[in-house]
């Protein structure tokens, strides 16, 4: 269904711009060529329906050709944080039974030790950045027929054990989320779509790259995010949707310029992936005369509500209401729904909405009953049916760079003989981006210089077993950790 999604719009749209990268511009017909052709060269791999294909790929031109050819062999795609280490990269690469990575010169060396520890059959397809734009010789195109059902891609969901839950998502799921989405926002060919969030994340997968193929819209491509840079495409492309995360909207905001940016073709900004602070919507309105909206998606489906109130500024705290075909409730305890403006766990049902692979616990599949996901954020309807979160049940900690698995950390720093005890939080920084911060009880009293060396080691070993985005920013020494009667961590107390 992906590709017969992109043989559409390539009808419609052939010399329409698809992607603009660095200084490469590539049509819609380009695009579906560079995708049949690697589509190709995959099976000549082996890679077919039941495989998976991992993706340790930045943002570019290889990720989008990659996907979609996976796609159209039938296989499972694997996007994974080209930030991640070996340890991480071969704990996924291990659960999902990858037979094939595909990487860059510059994460072909994760890659590599990832699948000699892992998976020492799978094979390593090293991808230079823009080969996937390569003219595309004659004959050379892939003629096998399509696989349009089925598993398509396989994404990775934190859960209260601390372990990565594998979420599967179907073709006719990301086919479903790109349709919902497209037609809630009024996504047309006309539009420019800045690609700075990572494709790797659901935010950037759904938002950016499926959006871009269904609507026939240009995806302009940002491998990183350098805030003068993406000011000078977003003026340059005549961008018209910007996808971002909160701390992309603050430090573009932040930008110090005499020169006024012309961002008239801008018309509409939105933000995923963690509470957009009043404080940063107020700087950016007011640097660019533009709101931010906010947007709640997750792993599980993609994007969920999104908030497109008329009035921006009475309406910045909310998510806004559910995209077409999606419907969301706000429930207790027993799963029963609660009255207006009442706060509870939001539920929701969708045609995006994914599946636990076979492996999950009993208690992660309590989260999918009734044809709806039960979310585990807080949060309330108004009498309108706009959602405003109010909070999780479940614990994470969301950094710039990405949230952040309290459970993965400890048992990290809990592998050093010197670690007693350990509890990861987070912590408000500025701009209300969260910190992790690590509470250490060590083995034994511990000087001040003891200490300071254990706190040296423990670093090194996050940052040779984590990506650096997990690594504890701040680590605290305290003899004991606060706990309740009945033995429950106060973290309250350590924040």
């Known amino acids: 269904m992906l590709m017969r999604m992109l043989e559409a719009t390539a009808r419609r749209h052939a010399a329409h711009p698809a992607l603009v990268w660095r200084n490469e511009r590539v049509s819609y017909a380009r695009l579906l060529r560079a995708v049949r052709a690697r589509s190709r060269a995959l099976g000549e791999l082996g890679v077919g329906p039941s495989r998976a294909v991992a993706l340790l790929l930045p943002n570019g031109p290889e990720f989008v050709v990659e996907l979609l050819a996976v796609a159209a062999r039938g296989a499972l795609a694997v996007p994974l944080n080209p930030q991640f280490k070996p340890e991480e ?19 072909a060396g994760v890659a590599r030790r990832a699948i000699e520890t892992a998976v020492p059959s799978a094979v390593l397809e090293e991808r230079a950045a823009g080969a ?48 919902q989405f497209t037609a809630t926002v009024g996504l047309e060919a006309s539009d420019a779509i800045l690609g700075v969030v990572p494709f790797f994340h659901a935010h950037g997968l759904g938002n950016c790259v499926l959006a871009a193929i269904r609507s026939g819209a240009t995806l302009v491509i940002e491998e990183r995010f350098e805030p003068r840079r993406v000011l000078r495409r977003l003026e340059t492309e005549r961008v018209s949707v910007l996808p971002g995360v909160p701390f992309i909207f603050r430090l573009l905001a932040e930008v110090d310029g005499a020169r006024r940016v012309d961002l008239s073709a801008l018309r509409l900004c939105f933000s995923a992936g963690a509470p957009l602070p009043r404080s940063v919507f107020e700087a950016f309105d007011k640097r660019f005369g533009m709101p931010v909206r906010q947007l709640y998606g997750c792993t599980e489906a993609g994007s969920v509500t999104i908030n497109l109130d008329p009035d921006a500024v009475g309406s910045a705290d909310s998510v806004g209401r559910p995209m077409r075909g999606v419907e969301v409730s706000i429930v207790d305890d027993r799963g029963e729904p609660r009255e207006v403006g009442a706060i509870g766990e939001v539920a929701f049902s969708s045609p995006a909405l994914g599946r636990l692979a076979p492996e999950a616990s009993e208690e992660e599949r309590a989260a999918f009953r009734e044809g709806r996901f039960f979310s585990g954020d807080l949060g309330m309807l108004d009498a309108s049916g706009r959602l405003t979160l109010t909070g999780r049940k479940k614990i994470f900690v969301s950094t710039a760079a990405g949230k952040v698995d309290p ?11 010197g670690v007693r005890e350990v509890v990861v939080v987070g912590v408000e ?20 210089d003891a200490q300071a060396a254990l706190r040296r080691d423990l670093i090194a070993l996050c940052r040779q077993r984590l990506a650096e985005f997990k690594v504890p920013r701040r680590i605290e020494f305290r003899g004991e950790i606060p706990k309740s009667p009945l033995g429950k961590v106060l973290r309250k107390y350590l924040v």
């Open 429 to 448: 920084a500025r701009g209300r981006d969260e910190l992790v911060k690590a509470v250490v009880v060590a083995e034994g009293a511990g000087t001040p």
């Open 89 to 107: 990269v071969g704990a996924y690469l291990a659960a999902c039974g990858v037979v094939a990575i595909a990487a860059t010169p510059e994460t």
């Open 407 to 417: 459970v993965e950390v400890e048992r990290c720093l809990g592998s050093h003989p």
């Open 132 to 179: 996937a734009l390569a003219e595309v010789p004659a004959g050379h195109e892939d003629a096998a027929p399509l696989v349009s059902s089925g598993d398509v891609l396989c994404g990775f969901s934190s859960g209260s054990t601390g372990t990565p839950k594998r979420i599967l998502r179907s073709q006719a799921n990301l086919v479903a989320e790109a349709e």
